[in-house]
């Protein structure tokens, strides 16, 4: 499986901006994918996903309300809608793949899978 993400850049605080992933190869592999992210200096986290069979979303809390998480299946590509955008929101996103259905799809450790990122600066 390979993950093209897109739609990064530079926004100001308050904006929005929607993320891309394009899967090709096997997606059959794909039944959980997701978003994550990693600022500078820290560790990548977790912020959304969803499993494409049940049709659930899941998101961290800390962009809950602000963040939604979709997908076309026809089209293989994973979107992140990214409202309300903060300084701390800056950090490279990641796509990522799993062929595990799970209940808890925010371990990094479940995804064999991932795109090579792109890049969210949010201005003050």
């Known amino acids: 499986v390979q993950l093209q993400a897109s739609g990064g850049g530079l926004v100001q605080a308050g904006g929005p901006l929607r993320l891309s992933c394009a899967a090709s190869?096997?997606?059959?592999?794909?039944?959980?994918m997701a978003w994550f992210r990693q600022a500078p200096g820290k560790e990548r986290e977790f912020v959304a996903a969803?499993?494409?069979?049940?049709?659930?979303?899941f998101h961290a809390d800390s962009v809950k309300g602000r963040f939604t998480i979709s997908g076309d299946n026809a089209k293989n590509t994973l979107y992140l809608q990214m409202n309300g955008l903060k300084p701390d929101d800056t950090a490279t996103y990641y796509c990522?793949?799993?062929?595990?259905?799970?209940?808890?799809?925010?371990?990094?450790?479940?995804?064999?899978?991932w795109g090579r990122g792109t890049l969210v600066t949010v201005s003050s």
């Open positions: 990522a793949a799993s062929g595990i259905v799970t209940t808890n799809p925010s371990r990094s450790s479940l995804y064999g899978y």
């Open positions: 190869g096997r997606t059959f592999m794909t039944n959980t």
């Open positions: 969803m499993r494409w069979t049940a049709n659930s979303t």
